[in-house]
């Protein structure tokens, strides 16, 4: 069984950062491609980044490429997702996801452990 706990959310204004993490128990993300999704009041679930288990490998929705950066410790069993240049239209919750493969992947269908998500909110 693996738990993923997500941290790092909260208010900030347009053109802040934030830096999430996702914290890895009860099995080591070694091997596991990892993936972080959102989803925004009234809205789908969608994919927002993803790396391979190693880190080499990254994937990035359009609307967050080259604002948002994905990386991973696996000593420490930790993901990280650093948001810069925010904007209102990326308030939504934030989910951490752990996949059944090595691949970075943008398929949610591919991940099989899920965090309880963390709240991103950004004003105007």
């Known amino acids: 069984q693996v738990q993923l706990v997500e941290s790092g959310g909260g208010l900030v204004q347009a053109g802040d950062s934030l830096r999430l993490s996702c914290a890895v128990s009860?099995?080591?993300?070694?091997?596991?491609?990892m993936g972080w999704f959102r989803q925004a009041s009234g809205k789908e679930r969608e994919f927002v980044a993803a790396?391979?288990?190693?880190?080499?490998?990254?994937l990035y929705a359009d609307s967050v490429k080259a604002r948002f950066t994905c990386d991973r410790d696996n000593a420490k069993n930790t993901v990280y997702l650093q948001m810069d240049s925010l904007k209102p239209e990326d308030t939504a919750v934030y989910y951490c996801?752990?996949?059944?493969?090595?691949?970075?992947?943008?398929?949610?269908?591919?991940?099989?452990?899920w965090g309880q998500g963390t709240q991103v909110t950004v004003s105007s």
């Open positions: 009860g099995d080591t993300v070694n091997g596991r491609a």
């Open positions: 790396i391979s288990w190693s880190g080499i490998a990254t």
């Open positions: 996801a752990a996949a059944w493969g090595m691949s970075a992947t943008i398929r949610a269908a591919e991940y099989d452990y």
